[in-house]
């Protein structure tokens, strides 16, 4: 069974500019959650999405938004980037129910580096 | 306090090794517990999952939930020099919340 995917791998942007991140995840699994991984902030929940719904919002500003189609892919989006950003981006894929529904497997990141 | 605490180490050991990792949390709605290895500039690999107190072992690893002290462990047996990385905890309350809070993990070196 294929993992979660995540694209690009790699991204420079500037101050200003906006960016966005796509994630596709295990197939069956109709959860994606999202986490920021900074050194001095560790591994931070960003929001999680299930059945194109944000089920869960994590303690973010509004630029960073995301959404989720119909077979479960998921894009995030950070608009107007700020150096602070400069990040591993990560997604994580659950089935998201049941007892087991909470056992998330995550992708390999997106560093995102901002100028 | 945070809800998550976890010894950053950094922790260094001889290949052979029995490795404990540990994390406390304040937490108490806190019920699925979960173990995750990052290797350098890769995603978390999950390594182990566990549902409210107890122990479960899989191969080298044994993971261990206290929730009436609010603590839990990670034991690598035989440990060998593929084991280096920086071990995360994990925590999940449960329930509409589908949100994982984490420890900021232990840096871990085997040497052979």
């Known amino acids: 069974k294929a993992g979660v995917t995540q694209t690009p791998r790699y991204l420079i942007k500037t101050r200003g500019q906006q960016v966005t991140l796509s994630c596709s995840p295990i197939s069956g699994h109709r959860s994606v959650s999202w986490y920021q991984q900074t050194p001095g902030q560790g591994l931070q929940f960003l929001f999680e999405?299930?059945?194109?719904?944000q089920r869960n919002k994590g303690n973010f500003p509004g630029r960073f938004s995301g959404r989720q189609f119909s077979n479960s892919r998921s894009e995030m989006n950070v608009s107007t980037l700020e150096l602070g950003d400069s990040a591993l981006y990560l997604c994580?894929?659950?089935?998201?129910w049941g007892q087991g529904g909470y056992e998330q497997f995550f992708g390999p990141g997106t560093r995102l580096t901002v100028l | 306090q945070k809800e998550v605490e976890q010894d950053p180490g950094p922790l260094s050991v001889p290949e052979g090794a029995i490795v404990s990792l540990n994390c406390t949390y304040s937490?108490?709605?806190?019920?699925?517990f979960m173990w995750y290895r990052q290797y350098s500039r890769k995603g978390p690999e999950l390594l182990m999952y566990?549902?409210?107190?107890g122990n479960k072992e899989d191969g080298r690893f044994t993971a261990q939930v206290d929730k009436s002290s609010k603590y839990i462990s990670l034991f690598i047996r035989d440990s060998q020099p593929s084991d280096s990385a920086t071990y995360l905890c994990a925590m999940n309350s449960g329930g509409s919340n589908y949100k994982l809070t984490f420890g900021k993990g232990t840096l871990l070196t085997v040497n052979p």
């Open positions: 566990t549902y409210s107190s």
């Open positions: 994580a894929s659950s089935l998201g």
């Open positions: 999405y299930f059945s194109e719904t």
């Open positions: 937490n108490s709605a806190f019920q699925y």
